[in-house]
């Protein structure tokens, strides 16, 4: 999760004279120059526009044109379509707390833009592919960025690690005489009841519970080795845990995995193209070396990698930055997916009446559901057509049901 929202339009641009024209008249002071974007190969659409993508991008230019990576362009949380009209004259079913980022960001995790829930679709998913989970297998959802709803089922949860992987007590790491001593007097206390004492009783469960998965994971994962380079920077090294510990899948007992990672600092009101440049920079290098990582370890073609941010941003500058938007521009990679493509419609950057899109200071309604690019993912992971609008039953009503092919992002067919 890219969090705060990303100004993706300054992430994927269109590059031929026509349409980088408007994209410059709109966004004035914030547009990139024409001739430092970088190329996509062979990339054009039906209103002919051709695409480039934001310098600090290098990385990713070399996975799409190598057909590792793919953008779905103009998506975001919704109800049901949405036409200007509609919005403007207040018949529109549009997502509770639109421009919020606490309610987008986590309509982005729950798939439910009519909703304020606290399951996300892969908790659901978990919910339904871990139901007879062992009391010491850790769960299939495991978390860099702590408590989540995207992870949290109803009745499963996830696992937490850091960037230096699971966590354990202190206490016994660190092997001493008195660490000793209070590891087995905790321990004893663990072994303890109190029958009329719930809290006590729940917080010894939990934390004999989590001290056994940090020893079952610590030990899958401690043998195993990364072979490939990764950037001095956080993202960088979460990624680097996280192809280690999908290398340890099989010695932790899991067939499927989910990973949320949540980059922070997306929020730019000001000094958006310095700090735009720079956190973008961060995440292609990120994405480069995790799907180079997972390449060497034979491992690409079973991986997927999203990105999701709260909402797009305006197209208009308001001086030195952009604010809260809706409709945005997102990536996706891995080998399993048909790459070096831009899905979706990719939107007029034109302003008010020369945009059926344009909601009020380049405000975008976007053109595609977050859930349709989900069903998706979902139906690689293993979903059935039959159970695809269970998990996200607002895709009912776009085009982009259950019962279609898709937005493409596989080549395979899913006809119902």
């Known amino acids: 999760m890219l969090d705060g929202g990303n ?3 300054n992430m ?8 980088y024209n408007e994209y410059q008249n709109t966004r004035a002071n914030l547009a990139l120059s024409r001739d430092k974007l970088l190329a996509l190969k062979n990339t054009q659409d039906k209103q002919g526009r051709q695409f480039g993508l934001h310098p600090s991008l290098k990385p990713l230019q070399s ?5 590792q990576l793919t953008f779905v362009a103009n998506t975001g949380p919704m109800i049901a379509p949405v036409t200007k009209a509609s919005y403007l004259n207040k018949s ?10 606490a309610d987008q960001f986590n309509h982005w995790q729950t798939a439910r833009a009519d909703q304020r829930i606290n399951q996300g679709w892969f908790g659901l998913l978990a919910d339904n592919l871990q139901a007879s989970r062992k009391p010491q297998q850790v769960p299939m959802n495991i978390s860099l960025a702590g408590s989540n709803i995207l992870q949290n089922g109803h009745s499963t949860s996830h696992y937490s690690i850091n960037q230096e992987g699971s966590v354990g007590l202190v206490i016994n790491e660190q092997k001493s005489a008195l660490n000793t001593e209070i590891f087995n007097s905790f321990n004893e206390l663990l072994l303890s009841h109190y029958p009329n004492d719930p809290f006590k009783q729940t917080y010894i469960a939990q934390t004999r519970e989590a001290q056994a ?14 072979a490939s380079a990764f950037s001095n920077t956080d993202l960088s090294h979460q990624l680097r845990k996280i192809a280690q510990s999908i290398k340890a899948a099989d010695k932790l007992g899991l067939d499927q995995q989910t990973y949320f990672v949540r980059y922070i600092g997306w929020d730019h009101h000001d000094e958006l193209l310095n700090s735009h440049a720079r956190m973008l920079k961060v995440l292609a290098n990120g994405l480069s070396e995790f799907q180079q990582a997972l390449q060497k370890m034979k491992l690409d073609d079973q991986v997927i990698t999203f990105t999701g941010s709260d909402f797009g941003r305006t197209l208009t500058s308001n001086g030195n930055g952009t604010d809260h938007g809706w409709g945005g521009n997102t990536i996706v990679m891995g080998s399993a997916i048909a790459g070096g493509q831009v899905l979706g419609e990719y939107p007029s950057l034109g302003l008010g009446n020369k945009n059926p899109l344009d909601i009020g200071n380049g405000v975008l309604i976007p053109t595609l559901p977050i859930d349709a690019l989900y069903a998706e993912l979902a139906r690689w992971f293993g979903v059935p057509n039959s159970h695809i609008n269970q998990l996200f039953p607002n895709l009912a009503n776009f085009a982009h049901n259950a019962c279609t092919k898709g937005i493409g992002l596989f080549n395979a067919k899913h006809n119902c």
Do not use: C, E, M
């Open 7 to 9: 100004d993706s339009f």
């Open 12 to 19: 994927l641009v269109p590059r031929d004279k026509k349409h």
């Open 63 to 67: 996975l799409y044109d190598n057909k």
């Open 213 to 226: 998965l940090h020893q079952v994971f610590r030990d899958a994962t401690a043998q195993v080795k990364v």
């Open 92 to 101: 529109a079913a549009i997502p509770l707390g639109l421009l919020s980022h």
